[in-house]
Every structure is written in C-alpha cells, then in structure tokens.
C-alpha cells in the first residue's frame, strides 16, 4: 500500500506563488515517476508536470516557464513550484506516483485545492 499526501494548496491572487508537496508513504521499494496533474470544474484531468527518479522534467504547455517540478528521492517528497500563477491556474491539484510497492502500481492523492483570484 502507498499513500499519497497532498499540501500546499490554498488562495493566491494572480501573479503570486504557491509551493505544493506530495509526501508518499507506505510499502515503497521504488519511485519511477511522481507527478502533478489538475482538474477544473467542467473539464478533464490535464498534465502539469512530471519527473522521474533520474531527473528528466516533463510540463504542460499552459505551465512551461512558470511551474518547476522537483524530487526529493531520500524524503519520496514531490514538489511543483508554481509561480507567476493565473486565474486559469485554479484546479485541483493531484499527486501522481508511478513505482514499485510489492508491485508496480499507479497511485493518485486526494488532491489540494488551488484557487487563483482577486
């Protein structure tokens, strides 16, 4: 069993940061991938970020430039800096693992709330 914990979230106004963490728990041998995905009310789940244990950094087009993903391979700890933030921005913000517990498996958080507003 892995267990994800989602922290961070909260309301900003637009052009403010916000850092999000994802602490993950549990029966872990091996991260392959940790992630931010979002979801807004009335639209799909959409990537934000990814990073795998080596380093390599994916990211959204609507973030490039703006949000920075980091690992913390000792702590199993997912961090997405979020700066220069929007009013589009605002979303549920999901905590993705990819690794290995007694199997491979893909885990989710229950999500922390971004709002982005005036």
């Known amino acids: 069993q892995v267990q994800l914990v989602e922290s961070g979230g909260g309301l900003v106004q637009p052009g403010g940061s916000l850092r999000l963490s994802c602490a993950a728990s549990g029966s872990i041998f091996s991260i392959y991938v940790m992630g931010w995905y979002r979801q807004a009310p009335g639209k799909q789940r959409e990537l934000v970020a990814t990073?795998?244990?080596?380093?390599?950094?994916n990211y959204g087009d609507s973030v490039k430039g703006r949000f920075t993903i980091s690992m913390d391979n000792a702590k199993n700890t997912a961090y997405l800096q979020m700066n220069s933030l929007k009013p589009e921005d605002t979303a549920v913000y999901y905590c993705?693992?990819?690794?290995?517990?007694?199997?491979?498996?893909?885990?989710w958080g229950q999500g922390t709330h971004v709002t982005v507003s005036s």
């Open positions: 990073i795998m244990r080596g380093g390599r950094e």
């Open positions: 993705k693992f990819v690794g290995s517990g007694l199997g491979p498996g893909e885990y």
